[in-house]
């Protein structure tokens, strides 16, 4: 037992360490790499920075290629965002939509039948349309549900067309 969990000790310790190392070297996952991508922070979070007031640019600092002499007269400059009132900043650029459609025909609510013991198409096109001649009706307007006009069983549940 003791040299079964010394080994699981060796072995997760080795694999944290792996991890920590293969983080570490990656630039691409650091905190600051992932707030310069685009889409890096959250939307609400920048709407809720855009909101507050004046913001100042960052210059990024001077590289290896840059003589310091010209950066000397550098400075932040300042940048201010119209905040004009209270509200999410994305229901003020995209507003939500409003639009109110109009259909050209009125939506026909469908009746269902539940077949019971014993019915037939022609009793069932009876009960609603007043003549058993109309089963054909019911069959064209159930066609997933009914594969042989002559085998319905009880429990199935039909469309009935108007």
């Known amino acids: 037992m003791q040299k079964d969990l010394k080994i699981g000790l060796g072995l997760g310790l080795t694999l944290v360490i792996a991890s920590v190392l293969w983080l570490a070297t990656r630039p691409s996952l650091s905190p600051e790499a992932r707030m310069q991508e685009p889409g890096g922070t959250d939307s609400r979070q920048q709407s809720a920075e855009q909101s507050v007031g004046p913001a100042i640019a960052k210059i990024p600092a001077p590289d290896s290629n840059v003589r310091q002499s010209d950066n000397l ?51 069932i096109s009876s009960l609603y349309y007043g003549s058993g001649d109309k089963w054909q009706k019911i069959l064209d307007s159930n066609p997933n549900t009914i594969t042989d006009a002559n085998k319905i069983k009880p429990g199935m549940k039909l469309i009935i067309p108007n």
């Open 73 to 123: 007269n550098a400075s932040p400059v300042k940048i201010s965002i119209d905040a004009t009132g209270p509200g999410d900043v994305n229901e003020k650029i995209n507003p939500p939509d409003t639009t109110i459609y109009e259909q050209d025909e009125k939506i026909k609510p469908q009746k269902f039948h539940i077949v019971r013991e014993g019915e037939t198409l022609s009793r």
